[in-house]
């Protein structure tokens, strides 16, 4: 008489097999995920310090490059001049706004994590690379550097020219 098996089942070797292969894949899910998450976090900071570069160059845009009241006697902001009373390009100069400021100059409380950095320069009419001394060339660049909790995520330059 043969003895006949009657599998009904799986096995405890089939079903530890199907066990590691589903954790696998979970773990693998959990860790693009998170992957992702991190990817998305770092687009949305980079896309509001891009945002925060606009708003100092809006804000500038108008701006004289020198001061309509004093010309080339002070670069940087006249004294007691404050941000509401900026009227040239070159008050920017070594500014720093934390919270950051949107281009109506007011404060963005809501991104306190950021600051703006301003640096104007006067740069030489035949390479914009080399800076040249205050008020001795037509040409300013103005750089502006984003950061957050300290650490530069963006920067953006531009010239400008006196006329």
């Known amino acids: 008489m043969q003895n006949k098996r009657c599998k009904n089942g799986f096995s405890l070797i089939e079903i530890l097999i199907a066990i590691l292969l589903v954790g696998l894949a979970v773990a693998s899910l959990l860790a693009a995920n998170s992957a992702l998450t991190r990817a998305n976090g770092a687009g949305t900071n ?8 606009g708003e100092i160059r809006e ?13 080339v006697a002070t670069f940087g902001p006249e004294g007691g001049e404050t941000l509401a009373t900026y ?14 400021i949107n281009a109506d100059r007011a404060a963005l409380n809501d991104s306190a994590a950021f600051s703006q950095q301003i640096t104007v320069e006067n740069v030489s009419a035949s390479d914009f690379e080399q800076v040249v001394g205050d008020h001795t060339s037509d040409f300013v660049r103005v750089t502006v550097r984003v950061f957050l ?12 020219a006196r006329y």
Do not use: K, M, Y
Not at 59 to 71: F, K, N, Q, R
Not at 91 to 100: L, N
Not at 149 to 154: A, D
């Open 46 to 53: 980079l896309s509001s310090a891009e945002f925060l570069l």
């Open 59 to 71: 804000l500038t845009a108008l701006l004289s490059v020198i001061d309509p009241e004093t010309g």
């Open 87 to 100: 009227d040239d390009l070159d008050d920017f100069d070594t500014a720093v706004f934390s919270p950051p």
């Open 149 to 160: 909790n300290g650490q530069e995520i963006s920067s953006a330059s531009w010239l400008r």
